[in-house]
């Protein structure tokens, strides 16, 4: 039978009189409890959920059906012998039952009759340090275990580091199992010391370290009996009195405007939650970025108004102006401004199991702003286990370093150790929408100290005026590679019927496609030349240094143009390629012309107009053409063509 199983018998949750408190005061009293978030972590087997199952088993929180659970799942899964496995009220998963481990965040609320906690139990494996990153994302506590039996191991030096990393001011080293090395003062007096010469290479203000046994109790709840030696607070002691209201930053006020409400034409509020700062009635304001000044007019909450606000409430604010504010915006003192900038330096945790590519631009979500960004260098990796910086030019998975990032539009934003709501940003994949990383800010970046992305490879090539994205890239991106389809034929043969026709099918099949046509071009590039014989070659000739710049990019061109004889029609291939040019003739008579195009052949016969080939000048009929059409074929012939230059 399971040594506590009596006790557990016995076990009466703590509850006040209604004698002596009535139901409205305890609700209001406990209303007013502040809120602890904290996060355990450490090495595998250190005994992090063993630890806050204890926690909630001696402050007598739990549920008599979680205590029967317990009680059962203990004598069938359980890893802790004879004893009660309190790791399982946090051990969720399957896996983490039969391995006794922890993988994912497990999340787990509780209050005493002095404060609310929210507890998040972060795994220990190093595979799993994204999932102990957003475990520690909104922490104020990091409870730290290490096993008196080992000491401080390098999973302690990693986890601590991560968590200054990201922030947290206040640390417990929870030295555990003290029951295994005999409650040794001296055993302890090591680790402590051990770990506070390695933590003073970080900046953590605040450092504690408890002697525990967790699975037996000594400590957690209650002063042990065990460890006179011990002098200072239980871990329930401690958690209960810390001070973490002062971690807020009450100095900068910085309001990220979430959501204007307009509930009817006469309110026009803006929405959101108080990043750090207080606001008052009657205080000055200014927005970002467009500069604009106002006074406060009213706070609202959802308790009704309020001649003040802080961190981290959750307000409706109206102005005494009219001002145009929107989602991502952000409202200021105007003596106190953040950095506003497109260029920052910034520790990067990844989170994606694809590598880093630095040539991707990513979202970058930051506070309500969304952006896009790029990756401009990585500076250098951080090896978490020993701290040293290594050279890396992308991360992987769980990789953290320091890179310099560039975002479209300027963000307003702190560096992280002074404000961690806006220092802190994800980068979002733009294809899948994973979040592949966090980061915190450093401080902005000169834009005239950003390193240059260009190789002296791609200087060579830009001197040469040559493209750095090669053709094989473009028709990896297109599945298709540049090429001209250009259609010759007399007025009246259907040329642009079939042009305007090629460009919907290729276009409607995902091809990069521009159709260029006679009247578009000399209505532009080419108003000022005429039909006389040397304008026409010149007008040609434009329009086929045109088509070889778009096929240069991978683009499909479709031109139609009478290009009435060989010689001009050959020097046009010479400009594009002749292994990119694709000839179509139009093969009809003039008699079909001049049915489609009546008015066109009735002037040129009245010689209102010259130079119409067929009429006064000869049209030349292609000698060596890859497509000849007429009226009788052309919807076979339009698949053929697409098909020979988008093969997919």
């Given at each position: 039978?399971?040594?506590?199983e009596?006790?557990?018998?016995?076990?009466?949750?703590r509850?006040?009189?209604?004698?002596?408190?009535?139901i409205?005061e305890f609700?209001?009293?406990?209303?007013?409890?502040?809120?602890?978030?904290?996060?355990?972590?450490?090495s595998?087997?250190?005994?992090?959920?063993t630890?806050?199952?204890?926690?909630?088993?001696?402050s007598?929180?739990?549920?008599e059906?979680h205590?029967?659970?317990?009680?059962?799942d203990s004598?069938?899964?359980g890893?802790?012998?004879?004893?009660?496995d309190?790791?399982?009220?946090l051990?969720?998963?399957k896996a983490?039952?039969e391995?006794?481990?922890?993988i994912d965040?497990?999340?787990?609320y509780f209050?005493?009759?002095?404060r609310?906690f929210i507890?998040?139990?972060?795994?220990?494996?190093?595979?799993?340090?994204?999932?102990?990153?957003?475990?520690?994302?909104?922490?104020?506590?990091?409870?730290?275990?290490?096993?008196?039996?080992?000491?401080?191991v390098?999973q302690?030096?990693?986890?601590?580091?991560i968590v200054?990393?990201?922030?947290?001011?206040h640390?417990?080293?929870?030295?555990?199992?003290?029951?295994l090395v005999d409650?040794?003062?001296?055993?302890?007096?090591?680790?402590s010391?051990?770990?506070?010469?390695?933590?003073?290479?970080?900046?953590v203000?605040d450092?504690?370290?408890?002697?525990i046994s967790?699975?037996?109790?000594?400590n957690v709840v209650?002063?042990?009996?065990?460890?006179k030696?011990?002098?200072?607070?239980?871990?329930?002691e401690y958690?209960?009195?810390?001070?973490?209201?002062?971690?807020?930053n009450f100095?900068?006020?910085?309001?990220?405007?979430q959501?204007?409400?307009?509930p009817?034409?006469d309110?026009?509020?803006?929405?959101?939650?108080?990043a750090?700062?207080?606001?008052?009635?009657g205080d000055?304001?200014m927005?970002l970025?467009s500069?604009?000044?106002?006074l406060?007019?009213?706070?609202?909450t959802?308790e009704?108004?309020?001649?003040?606000?802080?961190?981290?409430?959750?307000v409706?604010?109206?102005?005494k102006?009219?001002?145009d504010i929107?989602?991502?915006?952000?409202?200021?003192?105007?003596?106190?401004?953040?950095?506003?900038?497109?260029?920052?330096?910034s520790?990067l945790v990844?989170?994606?199991?694809?590598?880093?590519?630095?040539?991707?631009?990513?979202?970058?979500?930051?506070?309500?702003n969304?952006?896009?960004?790029?990756?401009?260098?990585?500076?250098?990796?951080?090896?978490?286990?020993?701290?040293?910086?290594?050279k890396?030019?992308k991360f992987?998975?769980?990789?953290?370093?320091r890179?310099?990032?560039?975002?479209n539009?300027?963000l307003?934003f702190?560096?992280?150790?002074?404000?961690?709501?806006?220092?802190?940003?994800?980068?979002?994949?733009?294809?899948?929408?994973n979040t592949?990383?966090?980061?915190?800010?450093?401080?902005?970046?000169?834009?005239?100290?950003?390193?240059s992305?260009?190789?002296?490879?791609?200087?060579?090539?830009?001197?040469?005026?040559?493209?750095?994205?090669?053709?094989?890239?473009?028709?990896r991106?297109?599945?298709?590679k540049g090429s001209t389809?250009w259609i010759?034929?007399?007025?009246?043969?259907?040329?642009?019927?079939?042009a305007?026709t090629?460009?919907?099918q290729l276009?409607?099949i995902g091809a990069?496609?521009?159709?260029?046509?006679g009247s578009?071009?000399?209505?532009?590039?080419?108003?000022?030349?005429?039909?006389?014989?040397?304008?026409?070659?010149e007008?040609l000739?434009?329009?086929?240094?045109?088509?070889r710049i778009?096929?240069?990019?991978g683009?499909?061109?479709v031109?139609?143009f009478?290009?009435?004889?060989?010689n001009m029609r050959?020097?046009i291939?010479e400009?594009?390629?002749?292994?990119?040019f694709?000839?179509?003739?139009?093969?009809?008579d003039i008699?079909?012309?001049r049915?489609?195009?009546?008015d066109?052949y009735?002037q040129?016969d009245?010689g209102?107009i010259?130079?119409?080939?067929?009429?006064?000048i000869?049209?030349e009929?292609?000698?060596?053409a890859?497509?000849?059409?007429n009226?009788?074929n052309i919807?076979s012939s339009?698949l053929k063509?697409v098909?020979a230059?988008?093969?997919?």
């Amino acid at each position: 039978m399971i040594k506590q199983e009596q006790e557990l018998k016995n076990f009466v949750p703590r509850r006040m009189s209604t004698d002596t408190l009535n139901i409205k005061e305890f609700l209001d009293r406990d209303e007013k409890k502040d809120m602890l978030r904290f996060l355990t972590a450490g090495s595998v087997d250190d005994g992090k959920s063993t630890l806050i199952g204890r926690l909630m088993f001696d402050s007598k929180k739990l549920y008599e059906d979680h205590l029967s659970a317990l009680i059962r799942d203990s004598k069938r899964v359980g890893h802790a012998g004879e004893e009660i496995d309190y790791a399982l009220l946090l051990d969720g998963l399957k896996a983490e039952r039969e391995q006794g481990i922890t993988i994912d965040v497990a999340y787990r609320y509780f209050s005493t009759n002095k404060r609310k906690f929210i507890i998040a139990d972060t795994p220990g494996h190093e595979q799993y340090t994204r999932n102990m990153v957003t475990g520690a994302s909104t922490a104020n506590l990091a409870i730290i275990l290490t096993d008196a039996t080992k000491g401080v191991v390098t999973q302690t030096k990693r986890h601590t580091f991560i968590v200054s990393l990201l922030g947290i001011k206040h640390i417990v080293l929870a030295v555990n199992k003290m029951d295994l090395v005999d409650y040794d003062e001296g055993i302890f007096d090591k680790i402590s010391n051990d770990y506070k010469r390695f933590i003073t290479q970080l900046n953590v203000p605040d450092v504690e370290c408890i002697p525990i046994s967790a699975l037996k109790g000594d400590n957690v709840v209650d002063i042990s009996d065990k460890m006179k030696w011990y002098h200072g607070k239980s871990m329930m002691e401690y958690l209960e009195t810390v001070h973490v209201s002062s971690d807020h930053n009450f100095d900068d006020l910085r309001f990220p405007v979430q959501y204007v409400l307009r509930p009817d034409r006469d309110f026009r509020g803006f929405s959101g939650r108080i990043a750090s700062g207080v606001i008052k009635t009657g205080d000055e304001v200014m927005v970002l970025p467009s500069m604009k000044k106002s006074l406060v007019k009213s706070i609202t909450t959802c308790e009704g108004k309020r001649e003040y606000a802080f961190p981290p409430q959750s307000v409706t604010i109206t102005l005494k102006d009219e001002i145009d504010i929107s989602r991502g915006e952000m409202i200021i003192h105007p003596d106190n401004v953040p950095k506003i900038d497109r260029h920052f330096e910034s520790m990067l945790v990844w989170m994606d199991e694809t590598m880093m590519d630095l040539s991707k631009t990513f979202y970058i979500k930051h506070n309500t702003n969304t952006s896009r960004a790029r990756i401009d260098i990585v500076q250098y990796k951080i090896d978490v286990n020993t701290l040293k910086r290594q050279k890396k030019d992308k991360f992987v998975l769980n990789d953290i370093g320091r890179v310099v990032i560039t975002t479209n539009k300027p963000l307003f934003f702190d560096p992280y150790r002074r404000n961690r709501n806006t220092g802190s940003f994800i980068l979002i994949d733009p294809v899948t929408h994973n979040t592949c990383a966090v980061g915190m800010i450093l401080d902005k970046r000169a834009s005239d100290k950003l390193p240059s992305r260009i190789t002296d490879i791609d200087r060579e090539k830009i001197r040469r005026g040559k493209s750095l994205i090669s053709t094989e890239q473009r028709i990896r991106r297109n599945r298709h590679k540049g090429s001209t389809i250009w259609i010759t034929g007399l007025h009246g043969s259907g040329k642009n019927d079939l042009a305007y026709t090629l460009e919907k099918q290729l276009f409607d099949i995902g091809a990069s496609v521009v159709l260029l046509d006679g009247s578009t071009v000399r209505s532009g590039l080419s108003r000022e030349l005429d039909y006389s014989p040397a304008d026409r070659a010149e007008h040609l000739r434009r329009v086929a240094h045109i088509a070889r710049i778009l096929n240069d990019q991978g683009i499909i061109t479709v031109c139609s143009f009478i290009s009435p004889n060989d010689n001009m029609r050959n020097q046009i291939r010479e400009i594009i390629g002749g292994e990119r040019f694709i000839l179509i003739y139009m093969d009809e008579d003039i008699d079909y012309c001049r049915a489609n195009k009546p008015d066109l052949y009735e002037q040129a016969d009245n010689g209102l107009i010259s130079n119409i080939p067929g009429v006064d000048i000869e049209y030349e009929a292609p000698a060596k053409a890859d497509f000849i059409i007429n009226h009788k074929n052309i919807e076979s012939s339009i698949l053929k063509i697409v098909h020979a230059v988008y093969p997919e």
